[in-house]
C-alpha cells in the first residue's frame, strides 16, 4: 500500500494501522486485505462485487472496518455488501470511502449497504467520505443505505462528509420494528462547486418504535447541498428530525424534511435552521487574536464536532 | 337572499348584514349587490368570470368584503379576482366561500385572486372557506392565491377552513421586495373522508423581506392533510415557517416544509409537531366535568383559535 492509500485509510477508517478485529480492505477494485474472526465470518459475493458480513448472535464488542479507497483516477465501481447482524449483538461497523483522484477522469464509487439487524442488537455504524487530488477529474460517491431493525435492535449511524468529494447523492432507508430505535448523525460539509444531496426515508412500523435524525452542515463557496428527510410515523411511535446549515459565500442550501403521520399515536417533530455564522462569535475569536479566516474555521469545526 | 345563504354568509364574511363600506356579494355564479366608496371601485372583469377591485394610494381603515356563496347542487365556477392596492393604504379585504350541496352533483368554487400591494400599503386579508349541505354532491374549493408585495408593504393573510369541505387544495405564492412583510396564519379542520391540501411558496427577494407562516390544524376521522411550505430566501432575509397538527382517529398528515436558502445572509428556520391531545389535557378537563367528547373539542378549539 503506498503513501498516498495510506493517508485515504486514516481519514477514512482512523486507521494507523492494521486494525484489530475483523476487516477487509479493498483498493481500486481488488481486495488487499481481510481477516475474519470466530465471531465475524466476511465472505466475497459470487456473481457481483461486495460481500457479506455475518455476525454470529450474541458477539459483543467486536468491530468490523471495511473501508475502501480508490487512487487510479477514471475506476468506478458499484459494490454490494450486506450485514447479517445477529440477535443481542452489541458491535462496531466502519465503512467508508477515500477516493484520490490526480488525473483528468472522473472516479465513482457506489456502495450499496444492506443491514439486517436481529433482535436487541445494538450497532454503531460509521461511514466517512473524502476526496483528494488535484486532477479535473471529478469524485464522486452515491452510497445507498438500507436498515431493517427488528424488535428492540439500536442502531446509531454517523454519516461524514468532510473534505474532496464533489458530487453526491446519499441514500438511506430504513424500517423499525417493535421498540426499534435508529440514530443518525449527519455531518457535511461542501466546498468549491460540490453537490451533495441526502435522502433519508425512515419508517417506524413498529410500535414503540423511535427515530432520530440529526444533520449538520456547512456549505461554502458556490457549493450546493440538498437535505431530504422523510420520517413515516405508522404505529404509536416518536420521530424527530433536526437539520442546521451554516451558509456561506454564494452557496445554496435547500432542505425538505417531511413528517407522515399515518397514526393518530405517531408523535412526529421537526426542526430546522439555516443561516451564516453570527457575527458576534466572529468579534468574540477576532479579540482573541484570531483573522476572520480562522476564527470561522474554528466555529465551523466546532460546529461539525 | 335565502336562510340558508344568509347562514353561509355570516359563516364566511361574519356578515350579519350589509357590511359597510366596499363590497361585492357573489351567489351561484350571479353578482347580487355590490357597493363602492369613493376611495375602493370594483369593475366586472369582461371576457371572464371575476371582478378587479382597486384601492386609491393612501386610503386608510377601509374594508372589502367579496363573499362568495354557492347553494345550487352541481355549480361549478373558475372565479378571477385581481386588488390593485395603491401605496400607503391600510386596509381590510374579507374574502369567502360557502357552499351548501344537499345534492348529489358536485359543486365547486374555484378562487383565483391576485395581490399587487403598493409601497408601505399594509393588508389584512382573510379568507374563510365552509361548507354544509346533507346530499352526496361534494364541496370542493381550490384556491389560488398571488401576492406580490411593493417595498416596506405588510399583508397579512388569515386563511382559515373549519367544516365541511370535501376536498381542497389551497395554492398561495408570494413575492416580496425589500422590507415588504408577510404573516400567514393557516387555521384548518377536516372531518370525515376529507381531503386538504395546502401549498405555499414565498420568495423573498428583496433585501430585509420578512416571512412568517404558521399552520395549525386538526385531523378527524379518515380525513388527509397535506400541508407544504417552500420558503426561498434569495437575499439577506428572515423567513420562518411553523406548522402544528393534532392528528386524530384514522387520520393522515403530512407536512413538507422547504427551507430553500440562496443567499449567505438568508436566515431561515421552521419548525413541525405532529402528534395527538395530550392525555393529561384530556383528564384535567374531564375532572372538572366534562365528557371526554366535550373535552376534546375545547382543546381542538382552543387550538385553533
Known amino acids: 500500500m503506498d503513501k498516498i492509500q495510506k493517508r485515504l485509510l486514516e481519514e477514512v477508517a482512523d486507521l494507523h494501522e492494521i486494525p484489530a478485529g475483523a ?25 457481483k462485487s461486495g460481500i457479506d458480513i455475518r455476525i454470529k448472535p450474541g458477539t459483543k464488542k467486536e468491530s468490523v472496518h471495511i473501508p475502501v479507497i480508490l487512487s487510479k483516477s477514471g475506476f468506478k465501481e458499484v459494490v454490494y455488501n450486506d ?5 443481542d449483538c452489541d458491535v462496531v461497523i ?9 488525473g483528468a477522469l472522473d472516479s465513482q464509487h457506489d456502495g450499496i449497504h444492506r443491514f439486517f439487524v436481529g433482535r436487541n442488537a445494538k450497532v454503531k455504524y460509521v461511514e466517512k467520505h473524502y476526496g483528494t487530488g488535484e486532477g479535473y477529474g471529478k469524485r464522486i460517491l452515491n452510497p445507498v443505505t438500507e436498515v431493517y431493525q427488528e424488535e428492540g435492535s439500536y442502531v446509531e449511524m454517523e454519516m461524514v462528509q468532510i473534505k474532496g468529494v464533489d458530487s453526491t447523492i446519499r441514500t438511506s432507508k430504513a424500517v423499525l420494528s417493535k421498540g426499534a430505535k435508529l440514530v443518525i448523525k449527519e455531518r457535511l460539509m461542501t466546498h468549491g462547486k460540490q453537490k451533495a444531496t441526502s435522502i433519508y426515508e425512515v419508517e417506524l412500523k413498529g410500535e414503540f418504535s423511535n427515530a432520530d435524525v440529526i444533520s449538520r452542515s456547512v456549505a461554502k463557496d458556490y457549493s450546493n447541498q440538498s437535505f431530504e428527510a422523510n420520517i413515516i410515523g405508522a404505529n404509536i411511535c416518536n420521530g424527530h428530525a433536526e437539520c442546521d446549515a451554516i451558509i456561506m459565500d454564494q452557496a445554496r442550501v435547500l432542505s425538505i424534511p417531511k413528517l407522515d403521520a399515518r397514526h393518530m ?8 435552521a439555516i443561516g451564516k455564522i453570527a457575527g458576534e462569535q466572529l468579534i468574540k475569536l477576532m479579540t482573541l487574536g484570531l483573522t476572520e479566516k480562522e476564527a470561522e474555521e474554528c466555529i465551523v469545526n466546532g460546529f461539525l464536532k
Chains 1, 2 share one sequence.
Open 23 to 47: 476487516y477487509n480492505i479493498r483498493a481500486n477494485g481488488q481486495m488487499t486485505a481481510r481477516n475474519t474472526t470466530a465471531s465475524i465470518n466476511i465472505v466475497s459475493k459470487e456473481g
Open 83 to 87: 450485514f447479517y447482524i445477529g440477535n
Open 94 to 102: 466502519v465503512a467508508g470511502c477515500g477516493i484520490h483522484n490526480s
Open 265 to 272: 399515536d405517531a408523535m412526529l417533530i421537526h426542526e430546522a
